[in-house]
């Protein structure tokens, strides 16, 4: 899974709502669902827990920069 296609479903589910996410990048929810649980079992971060959130909004934020070049 290469960086750019982990940032929509990590954007997306920001807000835990996973149908709404789903909608949003326009697949179906079990996509969605299995992105993140890959997402889960290769960072070993859950996006879909909490406690987890604000470490990948900094990621992404560190993403968005880098893309940037700043």
Do not use: K, Q, W
């Not at 835990?16 to 996509?31: K, Q």
């Not at 470490?55 to 934020?61: C, H, S, V």
């Amino acid at each position: 899974m290469s960086g750019r296609s982990c940032c929509g479903p990590c954007r997306s589910c920001c807000d835990h709502n996973r149908v709404a996410a789903a909608e949003s990048l326009v697949v179906h929810r079990n996509t969605l669902n299995y992105r993140l649980n890959r997402i889960a079992a290769l960072t070993g971060y859950d996006p879909g827990r909490s406690e987890h959130t604000p470490l990948f909004a900094a990621a992404l934020t560190a993403f968005d920069l880098s893309a940037a070049g700043l």
